[in-house]
């Protein structure tokens, strides 16, 4: 009767749970039909902050960051530039007009050598929003009849740019950049070599004035919409992972 009674338990308990609303009996062993695997949820990334600068890094290498920086016509954008009022460049060399006339005595201008230095990252104090840091290094290279050699300016330069969790118009949360700007004093220039008679020394004074009105915005303007096509193509985990942390103000550890 033990027995019995357990078959009949056994039964009982095996016709409830084909019962039961979304929970379907296994395919008989004749069917050919493969039997459905949910896929496994792919694991969070240990640590985020390491993995993304990874992926920022090459996404503004393989967007092709240092071949932008290598083109920009710096001297005919302020050769062209420097007689208007308006615009952004405008405005900026209508404060350094006394500057100006060394433009004429300038044959070339060119940034060469730029080098993406390692990022930083720090978090917001309320853990809503992400900072990230770009130094960049290049060197300007600058003819004029002036000089008997090539003059070479060694540049520093970093660009800050805030990462938060935003919705579109869908109402999709992805990441994107807030503000994307450069402080005050974070561009730094240095004579590399070429430095001639002491009236060069006025020539690398004017021409350094110029350079710190001008350049930041200009290289500001290539870096910033970059970072956020960058962000906008991030690997779905390590995106998904960080805009969870963001969205419920969760710190995460992060290299310094």
């Known amino acids: 009767?033990?027995?019995?009674?357990?078959?009949?338990?056994?039964c009982?308990?095996?016709s409830q749970a084909t019962?039961?609303?979304?929970?379907?009996?296994l395919p008989s062993l004749d069917q050919n039909l493969p039997l459905a695997i949910t896929p496994a949820l792919p694991p969070v990334p240990k640590d985020l902050g390491g993995n993304l600068i990874d992926a920022l890094t090459n996404g503004l290498l393989s967007g092709g960051l240092l071949g932008i920086l290598e083109g920009l016509p710096l001297l005919d954008i302020l050769k062209s530039s420097g007689d208007r009022s308006g615009g952004l460049i405008g405005g900026l060399l209508g404060k350094v007009t006394s500057v100006l006339p060394i433009l004429n005595d300038i044959i070339d201008l060119k940034i060469?050598?730029?080098?993406?230095?390692?990022?930083?990252?720090?978090?917001?104090?309320d853990?809503?929003?992400l900072f990230v840091n770009i130094p960049l290094d290049m060197t300007l290279n600058v003819k004029t009849p002036l000089v008997g050699s090539l003059l070479k300016l060694k540049v520093n330069l970093n660009i800050t740019a805030?990462?938060?969790?935003v919705k579109d118009k869908q109402q999709n949360i992805h990441l994107a950049i807030g503000d994307c700007t450069h402080s005050p004093g974070s561009l730094e220039i240095s004579l590399l070599e070429g430095l001639g008679?002491?009236?060069?020394?006025g020539l690398l004074d004017n021409l350094t004035g110029v350079v710190n009105k001008v350049l930041p915005d200009l290289v500001q303007g290539k870096v910033c919409p970059l970072l956020n096509e960058v962000?906008?193509?991030?690997?779905?985990?390590?995106a998904h992972s960080i805009i969870e942390l963001l969205i419920h103000g969760v710190e995460f550890v992060l290299k310094v």
């Open 1 to 10: 009767m033990f027995q019995i009674g357990g078959f009949m338990v056994l």
């Open 12 to 14: 009982g308990l095996l």
């Open 19 to 25: 019962a039961l609303p979304g929970i379907l009996p």
């Open 112 to 125: 060469t050598n730029p080098h993406l230095l390692e990022l930083g990252l720090v978090q917001s104090p």
């Open 127 to 129: 853990a809503h929003r």
């Open 162 to 165: 805030e990462v938060k969790a």
């Open 197 to 201: 008679p002491l009236p060069t020394q």
């Open 231 to 238: 962000l906008g193509a991030l690997d779905f985990t390590l």
